[in-house]
């Protein structure tokens, strides 16, 4: 056990005072000193979902306005993560509302979304949530920007 301990140090040592003088000599001879690490991080699983998305649009013109609004929304679907063979549910809803001029005038456009994957374990939950609103004046000038947007796993 000692010998395996005194190696373990000594190594480590040696790679140690390896890096340390290959630094100092880079740095004294003013030349460029490169890394490159190459690392792969598992971070999920991609999810098969299958079923229906029901899309429901609106269009209302009243006056020089046109106003659009969609609503997007998973039914009976249901997803397989590839990795794992877990089991979830796609649940949420989507809805855009465009309100653009016929002839000249201010343009606006409201997009939230609030989509999940549902697990059937405890902490394999998947959750996205956007909401974007832009509003440009009639020059075609952007004069007002929100975006919100989380990402969430539990």
Known sequence: MKRFLFRRKTITLSIGITLLTLS???MAFSQALAITTNDFVPFGELVLVEGTLHLQQHITINNNRVTIKTHAQPQGADGVGQTT??????????QEVDTLPLIGGATEFTFVNNFRLIGQKTDNN?????NVHVTINANGDVTNTIVNETI???
């Open 85 to 94: 063979g877990d089991l979830y549910q796609a649940v949420g809803v989507t």
């Open 24 to 26: 100092l000599a880079a």
């Open 152 to 154: 969430d796993c539990n």
């Open 126 to 130: 998947f959750q996205v949530h956007q």
